[in-house]
């Protein structure tokens, strides 16, 4: 008797597994580089947030004679009656969920906020009388935010 063969058609079970394995590191790849990205993206927003709210307390300094504490920064009331210009979500950090402006060292996911000065308490709301400020003696501040680079971008009054 005779046997027919007959030609199978498909993929073997190896040319599976290469196919399987290069998209593997193709997608790895892709995230990587997402990642990487978006990182960077994140540190870009730091600095803009940084270099917006350091404009923001230079006006204020030049209106009021003083630099806000911790708790003013803290406050909507007072970011909206005396610091108009700034958008509070440029004090939260692009990562944070709601961080808000913390004082001391920054972390990562949060900004820092430091007014110094003799005399100065950062706990301590200012107190502003008809546009006047009252015993508020913060003649200077350190601003930081901590990048996922591992760097800290830091700006200081002058």
Do not use: H, W
Not at 28 to 37: E, N, S, Y
Not at 57 to 62: H, S, V
Not at 70 to 76: N, P, R
Not at 114 to 135: F, K, L, M, R, Y
């Amino acid at each position: 008797m005779f046997s027919l063969k007959r030609k199978q058609k498909g993929f073997t079970i190896v040319e599976l597994l290469i196919v399987i394995v290069v998209i593997g590191i193709l997608a790895t790849l892709v995230i990587v580089t997402f990642t990487g990205i978006q990182k960077k993206a994140r540190d870009s927003q730091r600095q803009t947030d940084i270099n917006a709210t350091n404009g923001q307390l230079a006006a204020f300094y030049t209106n009021y004679g003083f630099y806000p504490t911790v708790a003013d920064l803290q406050t909507a009331s007072f970011l909206s009656s005396y610091m108009k210009g700034l958008d509070p979500e440029s004090l939260k950090d692009p990562k944070g969920p709601s961080k808000n402006v913390t004082g001391g060292t920054a972390a990562v996911d949060q900004y820092s906020y430091v007014a110094a000065g003799t005399g100065c308490t950062n706990g301590t709301a200012s107190t502003i009388t008809a546009g006047e400020p009252q015993d508020n003696s913060c003649d200077s501040y350190t601003l930081t935010a901590k990048l996922e680079s591992g760097t800290d971008f830091v700006k200081k009054s002058n």
